[in-house]
């Protein structure tokens, strides 16, 4: 097995002040969603700009939704393409603006090896085979370039989504509970835009590229996380419960 390579210095830092930042701010997610998501798309391009120079590269977010992310890869100097299923999601923060491409994420309408930073954020968790979204992810991915994948987990706080905490007691009893409730389905109907996708699964993704030729994992965090606490992810069960959301982070050779 292959040594992990190390991230690139950086003005990103996994500090608990940072880690205390993202989770006020995800209390706006629901009544004021632009302050949220700036903030998320804002640490989000920082983050990746610890792995990989962005200015001038071609970064392809696999399902973008809104501009937010746009013009946070933008500011640092970045190429953007956005690829989302859903033409409401792209036009969610007005209209559908240049670059963006609707098509499905399970097969990427891009030739093998022409992007420089293939980017997803919170998008595995919806599609119904995520592991090849991430294959698909990889194939597009040129070599030097970087696959920046971040999902959240299935059994964590937020796994259920609208339907949290519920979705402890099964997925369709959250899905009919929400139903009930509200008198309506939620965003993320479970079975159909929302499946449960684990650490376990993506820790055993990322260890099946370590046995591909060319392919180095780079890194393998909690996202929201001080660096100190990336030890839960060594803890089968507790992982799966407090990670909230993986980082895996890939890069071709």
Not at 10 to 20: D, V
Request: aromatic residues 12%.
């Amino acid at each position: 097995m292959r040594p992990r390579v190390r991230p690139a210095g950086g003005e990103f830092r996994a500090t608990l002040r940072r880690s205390l930042h993202l989770f006020n701010e995800f209390r706006y997610e629901q009544p004021d969603p632009a302050r949220f998501y700036t903030a998320l798309a804002e640490d989000s391009a920082a983050q990746v700009a610890s792995y990989t120079e962005l200015d001038g590269r071609l970064v392809l977010d696999v399902g973008g939704g809104p501009g937010y992310f746009r013009r946070a890869f933008q500011a640092r100097g970045a190429r953007y393409l956005a690829l989302d299923a859903d033409a409401g999601e792209l036009a969610g923060a007005g209209e559908i603006e240049e670059g963006t491409v609707l098509g499905s994420g399970m097969e990427l309408p891009f030739r093998d090896g022409c992007i420089d930073v293939c980017y997803s954020s919170n998008v595995l968790e919806h599609v119904p085979d995520p592991w090849r979204m991430a294959d698909e992810m990889l194939r597009v991915v040129r070599p030097g370039g970087l696959v920046f994948l971040s999902y959240t987990v299935w059994f964590g706080p937020w796994g259920g989504h609208e339907t949290a905490p519920w979705h402890y007691l099964g997925g369709m009893r959250a899905r009919r509970r929400y139903r009930r409730r509200h008198g309506h389905e939620p965003k993320n109907r479970f079975g159909e835009s929302l499946f449960p996708v684990t650490v376990r699964d993506g820790l055993a993704w990322a260890r099946r590229q370590r046995l591909v030729d060319g392919v180095d994992v780079v890194d393998l965090a909690p996202r929201y996380h001080p660096r100190w606490a990336r030890w839960v992810l060594r803890v089968p069960v507790l992982r799966e419960v407090v990670t909230w959301n993986l980082v895996i982070v890939l890069r071709r050779r």
